[in-house]
């Protein structure tokens, strides 16, 4: 069992920027890839970055330039910076981890 935590969410204005958190703990050896999604209202869940454990990302069209995914394993976090956020960024923000789901974040993107 894999246990996270996310962090972070808020309210913020359009070109703000944000820094989520996500905690994992139990069987964290298990993990290689930690995984950012989003489900904003009305949308289905879409991934957003992807960082493996040494440090290679990928991220969604939608989060390139603007997003930054980064992990510190002597911590078990994972972190996604968002930066120029606009309003269509407004989602729940999940963590994700082999089969493991956190219970998400709330970014609300408004002026």
């Known amino acids: 069992q894999v246990q996270l935590v996310e962090s972070g969410g808020c309210l913020v204005q359009p070109g703000g920027s944000l820094r989520l958190s996500c905690a994992a703990s139990g069987n964290i050896f298990m993990i290689n890839n930690m995984e950012w999604y989003r489900q904003g209202p009305g949308k289905p869940r879409e991934f957003v970055a992807v960082i493996s454990r040494g440090g290679s990302t990928i991220y969604a069209d939608s989060a390139k330039g603007r997003f930054i995914i980064s992990r510190d394993n002597a911590k078990n976090t994972v972190y996604l910076q968002l930066n120029g956020l606009k309003i269509e960024d407004t989602a729940v923000y999940y963590c994700?981890?082999?089969?493991?789901w956190g219970q998400g974040t709330q970014v609300t993107v408004s002026s």
């Open positions: 994700h981890a082999n089969q493991f």
